[in-house]
C-alpha cells in the first residue's frame, strides 16, 4: 500500500492565508486620486418648470423657489434672480401654450440674489403678489405667467434644463 505524504498543516494554512490577505489587499491600494476630489459647481431652481400660484382667501399670493447649488467643492457663488421673456418664449414654443407675460409691477422679491458656499447649498426666495391690483387690473378667469431665472453666477455653470421657472397665476 502506497503511503501519502505527509505535510505540514499549519505551514500550509500560514501560506493560504497570507496569499487571501495579499490578494484582498489589492483593491485597497490606490494612488491617491481621490483626494481633494472636486465637481463643479452647478446652479439650479429646485421647483423648475411651470408651477401654479393660488390665491389666497386672505393676504398675498406668494410663491417659494429654492435656490440650489450642486457640486462637490467648497467655492462660494452668488446667484442673481430675474424675470426671462426668454424662458417664457421658449416655454410657450415647446409646448404650444399662449401664455401672457406678466409686468413686474405685480410682484416682489423679498431678495434678488444670494449667497451659496460650501454650508449653505440653498437658499429660498419669496416672490410676492399685489393681490388687490391683479384683481381690480387683470381680467377675471385670465392667465399670466412671471418667468422667473437665474440671470447671473458668479462662477459655475448653470443647469440649462433647470434655470427658469414660470409662475402662473389664474386670476379668479
Known amino acids: 500500500m502506497k503511503k501519502h505524504p505527509t505535510f505540514s498543516f499549519t505551514k500550509t494554512s500560514f501560506s493560504v492565508v497570507f496569499c487571501c490577505f495579499w490578494l484582498l489587499s489589492l483593491p485597497a491600494c490606490n494612488d491617491g486620486s481621490e483626494v481633494n476630489l472636486t465637481i463643479p459647481t452647478e446652479v439650479y431652481l429646485v421647483q ?36 426671462s421673456e426668454y424662458a417664457l418664449d421658449r416655454y410657450n414654443e415647446e409646448n404650444a401654450t399662449g401664455y ?5 409691477t405685480y410682484c416682489t422679491f423679498d431678495t434678488r440674489s444670494v449667497e451659496l458656499g460650501a454650508k449653505r447649498w440653498k437658499a429660498n426666495v419669496t416672490v410676492t403678489f399685489r393681490a388687490s391690483e391683479l384683481l381690480a387690473e387683470l381680467p377675471s ?10 440671470t447671473g453666477i458668479s462662477s459655475g455653470e448653470v443647469n440649462a434644463d433647470k434655470s427658469s421657472v414660470l409662475l402662473l397665476l389664474q386670476i379668479p
Open 141 to 150: 378667469g385670465s392667465e399670466w405667467v412671471l418667468p422667473v431665472a437665474v
Open 48 to 83: 423648475a418648470g411651470l408651477q401654479t400660484v393660488g390665491f389666497p382667501e386672505s393676504g398675498e399670493p406668494q410663491a417659494v423657489l429654492t435656490v440650489y447649488k450642486g457640486g462637490y467643492n467648497d467655492d462660494g457663488v452668488t446667484v442673481r434672480l430675474g424675470i
Open 100 to 104: 401672457r407675460m406678466l409686468p413686474e
